[in-house]
């Protein structure tokens, strides 16, 4: 059935350091790919996405690739900073169709 | 903000009871969602709704039933049927069926049966 797998499950990075989250999904009809941050006790919010007309998109400090050959994507946040502590899920949905299939999330640790 | 009201923040309820995990959103957005979040997990679509007076099973429909009598509402009731209720509920909506919409979440209902 649709899945998707997000790895690491943990990431620990001193400040300033980058962080890469990936991810691979198996729905090869998925065409719409979001990244939501989720901070402790809070609801996700959408941070960045990515289309899969789109092979890169960047925002700020924040960068998602896509390669849909492979059916992998990923998050980069560079030069992190305490406040991007959070849990971070990756999603895909097929854009003809209703349900987002999320990965299990990713725990971002940045220490100071 | 506008947006999506989930109500009451935290529950508690005895095992055996039914309880209802209220939404509402101010979005005029067609869609809505009900996902639940377990520790370690990502989030499971319970049921969803394109349209008023319809809605559909998601992949962890059972022990759950849901209405859309209106637009900006889509209660979720978690019966005593559901046999580990305790988790944190997150209600969603999209502005369009499908699409690339992102999903708009509200603060989430955190239910604890004991």
């Known amino acids: 059935g649709e899945n998707v797998e997000q790895h690491p499950s943990t990431l620990s990075v001193q400040e300033g350091d980058s962080a890469v989250i990936k991810c691979t999904y198996s729905d090869s009809a998925s065409n719409y790919f979001p990244w939501y941050k989720q901070e402790l006790g809070k609801r996700p919010q959408l941070i960045i996405d990515i289309r899969s007309n789109v092979g890169e998109k960047k925002d700020q400090r924040i960068a998602v690739t896509l390669n849909k050959t492979a059916k992998h994507f990923s998050l980069h946040i560079t030069e992190t900073q305490p406040e991007d502590s959070a849990v971070y899920f990756c999603a895909a949905r097929n854009t003809g169709g209703f349900k987002t299939i999320f990965g299990a999330g990713t725990r971002l640790f940045v220490k100071a | 903000d506008g947006g999506i009201t989930q109500s009451p923040k935290y529950l508690f309820r005895k095992e055996g009871q039914n309880v209802t995990l209220s939404c509402e959103q101010n979005?005029?957005?067609?869609?809505m969602y009900w996902y639940r979040q377990d520790p370690g997990q990502g989030l499971r679509l319970i049921y969803y709704s394109q349209i008023v007076n319809d809605f559909q099973k998601g992949d962890i429909a059972e022990g759950y039933s849901v209405s859309r009598e209106k637009k900006e509402s889509f209660p979720l009731t978690v019966t005593s049927a559901q046999k580990n209720p305790t988790a944190f509920y997150l209600c969603?909506?999209?502005?369009?069926?499908?699409?690339?919409?992102?999903?708009?979440f509200g603060n989430g209902t955190r239910l604890t049966v004991t």
């Open positions: 969603a909506s999209t502005n369009s069926w499908g699409g690339n919409s992102p999903l708009h």
């Open positions: 979005l005029n957005h067609d869609a």
